[in-house]
């Protein structure tokens, strides 16, 4: 049975998007790095409130320039929901979600991650320029999931 023109087309459309696909996401993953996260490390989240470093969710400075922001995610919370750190720092975020899936993202800078029960995820972010930034969920968690957010002041 001879293949009709048009399907021939379509059969070597299909087979260049595949192929199209396959350049494009060895590209990304090889010449430009880009991976998914990987977990930072595993918690029990029924314990989360004993375990360092999430019984004290807060900004450290680890060396001059350098911070770790240790955030728990809640029902409709992070903690803490007020960062303050200075023009130039690059800080290293590293949350967990004491309750149910959350997501964490920080608008207009390369922070987007999924935060989910007993699991630690990281994400490492520089802020060059003065100005407030909002991280917020990203994953519907609930009726009052808008007002999950919370504020990098970088002076």
Request: hydrophobic letters at 45%; one cysteine or more.
């Amino acid at each position: 049975m001879p293949i009709e023109r048009l399907e021939r087309y379509f059969l070597w459309a299909a087979g260049a998007m595949v192929v199209a696909f396959f350049i494009t996401v060895s590209v990304s993953a090889f010449v430009w790095g880009l991976q998914l996260p990987a977990p930072g490390g595993r918690v029990d989240p029924a314990t989360l409130a004993q375990t360092p470093p999430f019984d004290k969710p807060e900004l450290r400075e680890i060396a001059p320039g350098q911070y770790e922001a240790v955030l728990t995610a809640q029902t409709w919370a992070f903690l803490p929901a007020k960062l303050e750190v200075p023009a130039g720092a690059t800080v290293t975020f590293k949350i967990t979600s004491k309750d149910i899936i959350h997501g964490f993202e920080i608008p207009g800078k390369r922070a987007n991650v999924m935060i989910i029960p007993g699991q630690v995820s990281s994400v490492t972010v520089k802020f060059d320029k003065p100005g407030e930034y909002l991280y917020i969920c990203h994953e519907y968690c609930g009726i009052a999931h808008h007002v999950m957010f919370g504020k990098i002041t970088v002076a």
